[in-house]
Structures are given as C-alpha cells and as structure tokens.
C-alpha cells in the first residue's frame, strides 16, 4: 500500500505531538505531600534541627469577587467612606488580589487605576495590606474595584 505525502505527513506529526506529550507528561515536576505531625503528638524534629514554623496561610481566594463603584477616588477619606456605606461585609477580612478599572482611555485609566491602588493600604491596612493590585482600564463612567478575599 502506497501512502502520499500527505498522509505520511500527517501521520508523522501526529507521532511526534504524542511523543512530546509523553515527554512533557513526565517531565513535570510533582511535590510530595508535606506531612505534619498533629497537636500534642510526640513527633520532633531531628537533633539540633528546629521545627519548621506551622503555616497558617489561606489556601485560596473566594471566587466571587466584591465590586464596589467608586464615584470619587480623590482621596483615602472618599474611597474609605463608599468602601464602608457599600461593603459593610468587607470589615475584618484581609484581601488577596484587587483588580482596579480607572475610567478612561487606555493610558489615563490605568493612571487612574494605580492612584487608587496607591492608596488603598491607607484606607484600610488590614483589608488591603499585603493584597496584589492589577491597574486596568474601563470606558465606562465610573472606576470600579473588585476585591478577591481570603476565606473566612
């Protein structure tokens, strides 16, 4: 049986699309699972080795963000007081990540975006403090937030 070009072609992209999946398949690099002894259990570190500190970092962020419009950005007092009369929820929780969409064109709203950002550690250091800030922009009317938290 006689194959043409074609078809022999296809046929051996095929082969090396499936070996560079086997190839990158086994090249991942996999963590084994990290093992921690439980409270008031007799397990110790080695001699003279310290116990690494217990982690109590949040695993992930909660997927639905917290959107708030926010209609003057002039100062950490304007921001402060629409975070508080529109996300009354957000008091005591620690954000992750906030994404920040200035009004305006591409440049003037990301410029916008990162004044916002910039203050918003001063509107409330333990919501914001420690959080990743992403500048965008929007053609819409208004600069708006959206905050990505921790859970509970």
Not at 21 to 45: D, F, H, K, N, Y
Not at 67 to 82: G, K, N, Q, W, Y
């Amino acid at each position: 049986m006689k194959l043409s070009p074609g078809v022999l072609a296809g046929w051996i992209f095929a082969d090396l699309m499936a070996a560079f999946l086997v190839i990158a398949m086994g090249s991942q690099i996999s963590t084994p699972p990290v093992t921690r002894a439980a409270p008031g259990s007799s397990a110790s570190a080695p001699a003279g080795r310290k116990p690494a500190p217990a982690r109590s970092a949040p695993l992930g962020l909660e997927l639905k963000p917290v959107e708030i419009d926010l209609p003057d950005t002039s100062s950490v007092a304007a921001i402060r007081r629409t975070i508080r009369q529109e996300a009354p929820q957000l008091a005591g929780r620690r954000a992750g990540m906030v994404l920040t969409f200035g009004r305006g064109g591409p440049a003037t709203g990301k410029a916008v975006a990162a004044g916002v950002n910039g203050k918003l550690p001063g509107v409330d250091p333990k919501l914001f403090g420690g959080a990743v800030y992403r500048n965008f922009h929007t053609t819409g009317g208004i600069t708006n937030i959206e905050i990505y938290l921790y859970p509970p």
